[in-house]
Every structure is written in C-alpha cells, then in structure tokens.
C-alpha cells in the first residue's frame, strides 16, 4: 500500500465516541462488570467522612519525579509474625502499610461476600477535584494472585473510568490475516485509533476488573477540568473529591527476619522463594544484584503495560527479591 495512500486515508481521522457502559453490561475482554450499591445505606453514607478521618493519608512519588496527583493510603492484613501483602508497582516508594481502618475493613466485608475469594490489601486514592487523575496503566500482577480480581469502590463524586485496547491487540489481531512484504507501509487498520470505552463510576459502586481485561486492555481515570455548572449532581457530590479503594487478593509477602527485625524477607508468588521457609532476604541497594534486580522488575511492569499477549510464567515465574522503592519506606504501621 502507497505512502499517500495511507496518508489520505488515515491521518487526521477521529476516533469514533467511546460506549457508555454500566450495570448489566459486559466490560473490556467480558470478565469485568460494574455493582452498584456495594454498600448498605447506613455505611454507605458515612464511609467517606470517615475515611477522611481514620485513613493515614500520603504523598506518592512517580519514578520520574514529581507527586502523584492524588493522595494514597495502603491498608491490609498484618499478621502476628508481623508478615503483611506487598503490592509493588513503578514508584520509587510506596505509603506504608497500615492495618485495615475500621470503616476501610466493613467495606473490605462487603467486597468478599460479593467478589467470592479473599482481599487481603487496598490501595486508597483521594481525587481531591477533576483536576486529580491516573494515567492508562494495566495493573501489575506480580504479586496479585492469578486468577483473582481486582476491585474499585467509589466513594463521593462520580468519575469516569476509560478502558483502551492494547496498542498491540489491534496489530496482533490484524497480523492474523495475510502477511504484509517487508518495509511495506503500514495498513489504514493499524492507524485507526484504538478501540476504548467509559465506564461511569457513581457513588457507591464496585468496578471488577478480570485478569483477562487488565490483560488486553489498559484504564486510567482522565483529568475532567470542566467548570461545576457543567458537571451532574453525581459529579459535584461531596465538592467533587472522590474515594476509591483497589482491593486485591495478593500472594507476595514481607516479613521481619527472626534475629534482626530490622531486615526485611520477602517469599511467596512474585518472590525468589515461593513459601515463609524459603524466605530471602530483601535486596537492598548495598547488594550487588540490587541495580540488575531493579532494572529486571521494571522492564517486566513495562512490558505488562505494553502487551496484550504478556507471558506472566516467562516474565514473573521466577519472582524477585527486590522493592522498586525504599525499603525503609515499605514498612508496616
């Protein structure tokens, strides 16, 4: 196919509205669905006011400096050896991680009994205005439990969640057919824009997220900058901030080592050692293999991002001993 032809026939062109999608509708590869009315009445209408108030909220860092737009809490399962879930992620360090808050571990009751298997750690945003938002990210699935689903309450404003195909399912669906020569240009079909669509989250509701769907897709939360007298009465509610807590069910674990609490081990599914007794030590950045371990993790997350055929046994399997971020930041509370 000509330069020019493609050149007249795809550029410039728009991407068609994204559907509107909701309760009843299947969402992103057809394992994702949205709950409304997670919670009872009488929880529902307090849980953001306390929350406010019982939440150790903090400030994130990205990798490339500069703050997160949006304050972050971690809650989960601290257990009496003084093991607890690590969720790592591309942060150069994480809040530490708080037992469950009262209010944060009723809403954690009404999650099990619907989604059917364990939740064992939260991360807690607060979009404080439309002016707060999260990048189009696939989750990291390192130590999230395969299988298991990942989960999105919505307290206070409503915000729109957008879900977009993979860059490369399209070219790999497309590279199914009939093989293109080498060097030729590239088919309207590879420049049409990517397939999206929205997902409204009111208050109230739980979004799941199947593994198949953060597979194949990617989800971000866009900044919304448009003025109050534009937005609903869902949008504008409690001022326009909005709670969401991501529950997961996670397999990766830390512990304090037995003759020096100050040390940190690591074991379980995203871990060298796979089981407590084969638990290693935390790699920190006096070890040789620290930088190498790093560099490894974060190339993996990368390409957990990018790809929607992501081989998790190839890439993950062998696990790592490393935190992306300060371990003296990843410690319990």
């Not at 994702?32 to 009445?41: E, K, M, R, W």
């Not at 512990?255 to 599914?269: E, F, L």
């Amino acid at each position: 196919m000509s330069e020019s032809f493609a050149n007249s026939n795809t550029r410039g062109r728009k991407a068609p509205k994204a559907p509107e999608l909701g309760v009843g509708d299947e969402i992103g590869a057809g394992d994702s669905h949205l709950v409304a009315d997670i919670l009872p009445t009488d929880l529902a209408d307090v849980a953001f006011d306390r929350m406010k108030e019982e939440v150790g909220w903090k400030t994130m860092y990205h990798r490339a400096g500069g703050e997160v737009p949006r304050l972050v809490a971690v809650e989960g399962d601290i257990a009496e050896d003084g093991s607890f879930p690590i969720y790592r992620h591309p942060a150069d360090e994480s809040p530490p991680l708080s037992q469950f808050s009262p209010t944060v571990a009723r809403i954690r009751d009404h999650v099990q009994k619907v989604l059917k298997h364990p939740v064992n750690h939260v991360l807690i945003q607060h979009y404080r205005s439309g002016a707060d938002y999260i990048s189009e990210h696939s989750d990291k699935t390192i130590d999230v439990v395969r299988g298991s689903n990942i989960v999105n309450v919505s307290l206070g404003a409503q915000r729109v969640m957008t879900l977009r195909l993979k860059k490369d399912h399209k070219l790999k669906h497309s590279a199914e057919g009939p093989t293109s020569p080498p060097n030729s240009s590239p088919s309207p079909q590879e420049h049409t824009p990517r397939t999206a669509q929205k997902i409204p989250l009111p208050r109230n509701s739980m979004f799941v997220m199947g593994p198949e769907t953060n597979k194949q897709w990617l989800h971000g939360i866009n900044h919304d900058n448009r003025p109050l007298s534009l937005k609903s009465a869902g949008e504008t509610y409690e001022g326009g901030n909005r709670i969401s807590l991501t529950f997961r069910h996670i397999g990766t674990f830390l512990v304090p080592d037995a003759n020096d609490p100050t040390q940190m081990r690591i074991y379980g599914q995203g871990a060298k050692g796979k089981t407590r007794a084969e638990a290693g030590l935390v790699l920190g950045s006096e070890d040789e293999k620290h930088e190498e371990e790093v560099k490894g993790m974060l190339s993996a997350f990368g390409e957990e991002n990018q790809r929607s055929d992501f081989d998790w046994d190839a890439t993950y399997g062998e696990g790592f001993d490393v935190l992306h971020f300060s371990p003296k930041k990843e410690s319990n509370s």
